[in-house]
């Protein structure tokens, strides 16, 4: 079972003196909305409590501006998927997403068939806004189920229950022929057979999609602080197992780490970081990637809402830049890459990090001989032991500090 991959240094594959990058990634948007009703006791997003209400009006023309400021950097660029992510994305209203989707569209090549995410929390006032959602462009949405058991739901803090998960799912279905349900397992006191029982019902609303997480605790939460007593580890990786099974035989593809699609039903943006494409955040704490002809360059915006919008007004939306080093893009490459289950063709390698695969190639035939690594002319992918040791198989690629 995948762990939290350690604090390491990257192995030099290469250094060169300078990098060529000749085709672009495909180009994805994220926008990020860091409001949320109550903040749950194990997210480590940037969310905040909305209070009574959130400056809808001011957030919306600082996102439009902020997509102005980068334009820039992405000229000629069609965007391939949006993804609005939170916080509570839906705590906006339809016609705020249907404004800046057209600004989209105006500001961006926005490709004609681009998918357009919106991640949706459960509760009865953001499923009454669905229909809106979709007659805005929206066409899949993403809802936070994680059970649809009470007793773990208020343990894991969400303020919808069981019957407005059941009612949001059913709506989701109503209005989006692609949806995705988030389940979580290894909760507070769960059984396997509790875990196979929130599958079962996610199941019943026929999603295209679903992801399924095992809890953590994660710095910097509430449950990092206060720990709930957790299902020991043993029964954590025989809820996976058995989750992954059933979800086998119901004709879903475990194409990610965590992520089960029908077939041609995965999730386009998530692909696009797995296959490390390119793609522009906006939004408070948003990050960015971006592949410019000679250098890989990341940002992070301000991370707190006030901070955010105040910045903006001064037109530096943008906190902190700064350049990928060349040593690093291998291992940053196969930390995405190595997450799908079909890993990826050889020659995507040298796409995407401006250096050619022989440079890590000791690395690969070790892997390889650990039984970690399936090594072929058309695809490199984890194994199922690889894929079960992620971490293990990533360190081969590390180097203590």
Same mark, same amino acid.
């Given at each position: 079972m995948?762990?939290?991959?350690?604090?390491?240094?990257?192995?030099?594959?290469?250094?060169?003196?300078?990098l060529?990058?000749?085709?672009?990634?495909?180009?994805?948007?994220?926008?990020?909305?860091?409001w949320?009703?109550?903040?749950?006791?194990?997210?480590?997003?940037?969310?905040?409590?909305?209070g009574?209400?959130?400056?809808?009006?001011?957030?919306?023309?600082?996102?439009?501006?902020?997509?102005?400021?980068a334009?820039?950097?992405?000229?000629?660029?069609?965007?391939?998927?949006?993804?609005?992510?939170? +916080?509570?994305?839906?705590?906006?209203?339809? #016609? =705020? $997403?249907?404004?800046?989707? /057209? *600004?989209f569209?105006?500001?961006?090549?926005?490709?004609?068939?681009?998918?357009i995410?919106?991640?949706?929390?459960p509760?009865t006032?953001?499923?009454?806004?669905?229909?809106?959602?979709?007659r805005?462009?929206v066409?899949r949405?993403?809802?936070?189920?994680?059970?649809?058991?009470?007793?773990h739901l208020?343990?894991l803090?969400?303020i919808?229950?069981?019957?407005?998960?059941?009612?949001?799912?059913?709506?989701?279905?109503?209005h989006?022929?692609?949806?995705n349900?988030?389940?979580?397992?290894?909760?507070?006191?769960q059984?396997q057979?509790?875990?196979?029982?929130?599958?079962?019902?996610a199941?019943?609303?026929?999603?295209?999609?679903?992801?399924?997480?095992?809890?953590?605790?994660?710095?910097?939460?509430?449950?990092?602080?206060?720990?709930?007593?957790l299902p020991? +580890?043993?029964?954590?990786?025989?809820?996976? #197992? =058995? $989750?992954?099974?059933?979800l /086998? *035989?119901?004709?879903?593809?475990?194409?990610?780490?965590?992520?089960?699609?029908?077939?041609?039903?995965?999730?386009?943006?998530n692909?696009n970081?797995?296959?490390?494409?390119?793609?522009?955040?906006?939004?408070?704490?948003?990050?960015?990637?971006?592949?410019l002809?000679?250098?890989?360059?990341?940002?992070?915006?301000?991370k707190?809402?006030?901070?955010y919008?105040?910045?903006?007004?001064?037109?530096q939306?943008?906190?902190?830049?700064?350049?990928?080093?060349a040593?690093?893009?291998?291992?940053?490459?196969?930390?995405?890459?190595?997450?799908?289950?079909?890993?990826?063709?050889?020659s995507?390698?040298?796409?995407?990090?401006?250096?050619p695969?022989?440079?890590?190639?000791?690395?690969?035939?070790?892997?390889?001989?650990?039984?970690?690594?399936?090594?072929g002319p058309?695809?490199?992918?984890p194994?199922?032991?690889?894929?079960r040791?992620?971490?293990?198989?990533?360190?081969?690629?590390?180097?203590?500090?």
């Amino acid at each position: 079972m995948a762990r939290t991959i350690p604090i390491f240094t990257a192995k030099p594959a290469a250094n060169p003196a300078s990098l060529e990058f000749r085709v672009s990634p495909p180009l994805a948007l994220y926008v990020h909305v860091p409001w949320c009703v109550q903040k749950c006791p194990y997210c480590d997003f940037n969310s905040h409590e909305a209070g009574e209400t959130i400056p809808e009006r001011e957030y919306v023309a600082a996102l439009i501006a902020d997509l102005q400021s980068a334009l820039p950097l992405i000229w000629g660029r069609p965007v391939v998927s949006v993804f609005f992510g939170g +916080g509570t994305p839906s705590l906006l209203s339809p #016609e =705020a $997403i249907d404004e800046l989707i /057209a *600004a989209f569209r105006a500001l961006a090549m926005l490709a004609p068939d681009a998918e357009i995410t919106l991640e949706a929390n459960p509760g009865t006032i953001e499923a009454e806004k669905f229909a809106g959602f979709r007659r805005a462009g929206v066409n899949r949405l993403s809802l936070g189920i994680q059970s649809f058991n009470d007793e773990h739901l208020k343990a894991l803090g969400r303020i919808h229950g069981a019957a407005e998960a059941k009612r949001a799912a059913h709506l989701a279905g109503a209005h989006f022929d692609a949806f995705n349900l988030d389940l979580m397992y290894g909760l507070p006191g769960q059984t396997q057979e509790q875990a196979l029982s929130d599958l079962e019902t996610a199941l019943s609303f026929s999603p295209a999609h679903l992801s399924c997480y095992q809890l953590t605790l994660e710095p910097n939460t509430r449950f990092a602080a206060f720990p709930p007593e957790l299902p020991e +580890g043993d029964l954590c990786a025989d809820m996976q #197992e =058995a $989750i992954e099974a059933r979800l /086998a *035989a119901a004709g879903y593809a475990n194409y990610e780490t965590s992520a089960f699609a029908r077939p041609d039903r995965q999730c386009r943006h998530n692909l696009n970081y797995w296959y490390f494409g390119d793609y522009l955040g906006i939004g408070a704490g948003a990050h960015s990637k971006l592949t410019l002809h000679d250098r890989v360059l990341r940002q992070m915006r301000w991370k707190h809402p006030k901070a955010y919008l105040d910045n903006i007004r001064g037109g530096q939306p943008v906190q902190e830049e700064n350049q990928v080093a060349a040593a690093s893009l291998p291992f940053e490459f196969l930390m995405n890459a190595l997450r799908l289950t079909e890993g990826f063709h050889p020659s995507l390698f040298e796409a995407r990090t401006a250096q050619p695969l022989s440079a890590i190639l000791p690395q690969l035939k070790a892997a390889e001989a650990e039984g970690l690594l399936a090594l072929g002319p058309e695809r490199i992918a984890p194994t199922e032991k690889g894929r079960r040791f992620l971490n293990v198989l990533l360190e081969r690629f590390l180097a203590d500090e």
